[in-house]
């Protein structure tokens, strides 16, 4: 993989996500399911100005008039009282405060009035599923934006919707990031904000405060915070819940990317994964314990990738497959129980280059293993938008396979501009989508075949657009990477998977 610097977005409430996949494409339900941004204000600066005094004489103090020595004596007064504040903070909330902080997270299952329920409220995949998440989680944000919990407050996903009379209950979790000197009380105002701010919601949508439920709990997480030690003990509502139990309750989520590295360093034609679970859905598909092509995790048991993978022997007894950023040692192997190679695809033809394999032994998602996320086979998928490409690709034309995963950024190309005469020739079918750039520079490679191409939505959650398919050489100028596009085959993947 030849490639430059990537920058991943944040997640939620940002001018950036304007960009992201999916967001020009929501729908608007009464003003419930609408996509929002908010804006993170930054901190004010004050200057602290001293009075300078200088001794003077007997008679140059009988000389001051009194509003004089009433203003030094007022200036003198408030930088006393200044400095006893700094003071009193600094004992009280010493400077290594931050390395006890915890993250915090309260369950809430809110009865949300005037929504009728919809099946594809079941995906959490799902464009309904986005908006419904994209509505409530901006609401949790300017409750507590603008209140005294605003510097503890860390963030909400919404879990689950289900169907209730009159309306839907929809399960959310909210993070706050608690230190050992936050006391009750303030842990204990999430409840009090919640039933003062969401009682005068302006919107179509009510939320039925009586009939909804707020339980917390305290967890170790994949936020970079010092978690040594349980929850505080004595605090009502709060138990303790293992990592284990905390990686369990988010397992259900699709595309969700838990260890993210904050720099990754340059290597010779891109950039160095530098931890586990960057792209945890990113896998190796293995012959004779040599990597041969990559794949994507779509589920506990299935996978997809690209059908010339197999144009040598599609027999499962000879495929492994391998996970984790480094191609050995791995961090996890399973073997493969089916091969399923689409119908249609005739080598060295390009079209219908896709397919799917079940491993012999399911796979439990952890930080470092997950499953990405499938768009609809309606999912209209924007140009020019960024998306990623990731895999152990060679990174330059006939150059050496890497043992670490790379990532680059490109961007998705229109099939119009990619079929011109001096690009494709028009070559590209509806079932390919082009990525990359039209000066090069930036490109997959060999080796990265059947990998993924992802973007994430305004929520942060990635989707599979694409899948490494073929190109002319590698990083050339007009001539990007073709992928095979996922929505194109969407039914047929369920046909096959049942997902």
């Known amino acids: 993989m030849k490639a430059l610097p990537f920058t991943i977005y944040p997640a939620c409430h940002t001018s950036r996500c304007k960009s992201s996949i999916f967001q020009k494409h929501s729908r608007s339900v009464d003003g419930l ?15 602290l100005w001293g009075l300078q005094g200088a001794q003077q004489s007997a008679r140059r103090h009988r000389d001051f008039e009194p509003w004089k020595i009433l203003l030094i004596i007022l200036g003198a007064s408030i930088a ?98 608690f230190s050992s000197t936050d006391n009750t009380a303030l842990r204990m105002a999430v409840d009090k904000i919640l039933q003062e701010r969401l009682k005068i919601y302006p919107g179509s949508a009510r939320i039925n405060l009586p009939s909804s439920t707020l339980t917390g709990k305290c967890l170790e997480t994949w936020f970079p915070v010092a978690l040594e030690q349980g929850c505080p003990t004595g605090r009502s509502g709060f138990t303790d819940m293992s990592k284990e139990m905390a990686e369990k309750l988010f397992s259900d989520f699709c595309g969700l990317r838990y260890n993210r590295s904050t720099v990754s360093p340059r290597i010779t034609g891109g950039v160095e994964i530098s931890g586990s679970g960057e792209w945890p859905w990113q896998a190796s598909l293995m012959r004779n314990n040599i990597h041969r092509c990559g794949a ?22 000879l495929w492994t497959v391998s996970f984790g950023t480094y191609l050995t040692p791995s961090l996890l192997i399973r073997p493969v129980k089916t091969i399923i190679v689409h119908e249609k695809y005739r080598y060295p033809a390009h079209e219908y280059d896709i397919a ?114 073929w190109g002319d050489e590698c990083a050339k100028p007009n001539k990007p990477g073709v992928y095979t596009r996922v929505t194109y085959f969407r039914d047929w993947i369920t046909k096959y998977t049942g997902l």
């Open 356 to 469: 799917v394999l079940q491993l012999a032994k399911r796979v439990e998602f952890t930080n470092a293993v997950h499953r990405v996320c499938l768009p609809d086979a309606s999912e209209r998928i924007p140009y020019n938008i960024d998306a990623v490409i990731t895999g152990w690709g060679a990174m330059s034309d006939d150059g050496e396979t890497p043992n670490v995963l790379q990532e680059a950024t490109v961007k998705l190309i229109d099939s119009n501009t990619c079929n011109r005469k001096e690009v494709y020739n028009g070559a590209i079918t509806p079932g390919m989508i082009c990525a990359g750039y039209l000066e090069g520079g930036v490109d997959s490679c060999q080796g990265d075949s059947g990998g993924p191409l992802v973007t994430p939505d305004t929520r942060n959650m990635w989707y599979l657009v694409g899948i490494v398919s």
């Open 33 to 47: 399911f609408q996509t929002g941004s908010g804006t993170h204000l930054g901190y004010e600066g004050y200057n």
């Open 80 to 177: 006393a009282a200044i400095a006893i504040g700094l003071f009193v903070y600094f004992i009280h909330f010493p400077q290594d405060r931050k390395y006890d902080q915890r993250l915090t997270y309260f369950s809430g299952n809110f009865k949300i009035m005037g929504v009728q329920y919809n099946p594809a409220l079941s995906r959490q995949s799902s464009d309904r599923f986005r908006e419904a998440g994209n509505w409530i989680e901006k609401l949790m944000y300017e409750t507590f934006h603008n209140s005294i919990l605003r510097p503890k407050y860390r963030g909400s996903r919404l879990v689950k919707v289900s169907p209730d009379t009159g309306g839907v209950i929809a399960q959310v979790v909210l993070m706050f990031l």
């Open 296 to 317: 994507t995790l779509i589920s506990n048991t299935w996978l997809v990738s690209a059908a010339h993978c197999f144009k040598d022997s599609s027999n499962p007894r």
